[in-house]
Nanobody, 117 residues
């Protein structure tokens, strides 16, 4: 069973930074994309950023210029560097790992990010 272990969430003041990490293990398929999504209560989960094996990256408009996604293929790990954090970035952040055509698609357990003074 694929395991995704997330870390790096927490409480930070507006304007601060956090770095999320997600390490995937027990992988039995070729990882095509690794990404981060977020969700607040009562709303749909939304894409924050993703990176493919090409590599290509994709960011939500709301985080462009502030967040940077990267991956270490040797470690099956994806990172999300979050700078200039805003209160509206507060959410549970979920790691996602998938194969190219979504045949394999896995989620982490989520990590809380709270931006507040």
């Amino acid at each position: 069973q694929v395991q995704l272990v997330e870390s790096g969430g927490g409480l930070v003041q507006p304007g601060g930074s956090l770095r999320l990490s997600c390490a995937a293990s027990r992988i039995s398929f070729n990882i095509y994309a690794m990404g981060w999504y977020r969700q607040v209560p009562g709303e749909q989960r939304e894409l924050v950023a993703s990176v493919t094996s090409v590599p290509t990256t994709n960011y939500a408009d709301s985080v462009k210029g502030r967040f940077t996604i990267s991956r270490d293929n040797a470690k099956n790990t994806v990172y999300l560097q979050m700078n200039s954090l805003k209160p509206e970035d507060t959410a549970v952040y979920y790691c996602n790992v998938r194969s190219r055509y979504f045949v394999d698609n896995y989620w982490g357990q989520g990590t809380q990010v709270t931006v507040s003074s």
